[in-house]
């Protein structure tokens, strides 16, 4: 009988993961909640951030603003923090209203989990005034993490 354990190729449970930033420091829970799991899960993690302003939603890809160039930025800073800590990272600017482009981009490209940081409006908030997190929730067919900021 063999008492040696053979090494099985790591195989992750999340291999392509979507994190959907908002610009703004309450990102940050979802930001470190996220890096640990990918390391373990040897992920390859996509930051995704709408710019949902005048300028990006009748423009599009071809606006120009002082915000689009902050929201590049800000891609890029995130990235450079998941890059140090050695997981495979990319980073997409999409344009327009946040939940149907969330709900896009999962639908045709690979995704195993969507992770979001969410405002904590009550229920009947949510209801009312509409929540990107319900919306993606309620659309894709990958889990959705969703941590409280």
Sequence with gaps: MNTTLEKSPHISLYPNILVTLDGNPSDRAIIDHIKP???ASQSHVTLFHVADG???RTYG???ISSEISSD???LETIKAE???SNILTDSVLAFGEPAK???RWAESNPCNLIAMSTHGHAFFGDFFLGSTSREVRHAVKVPVLLLKA
């Design 101 to 103: 482009e969330i709900i």
């Design 72 to 74: 590049e930025k800000y």
């Design 54 to 56: 005048w300028a990006a």
């Design 61 to 63: 890809k071809l606006a």
């Design 37 to 39: 799991l990918a390391s």
């Design 82 to 84: 998941f890059l140090k």
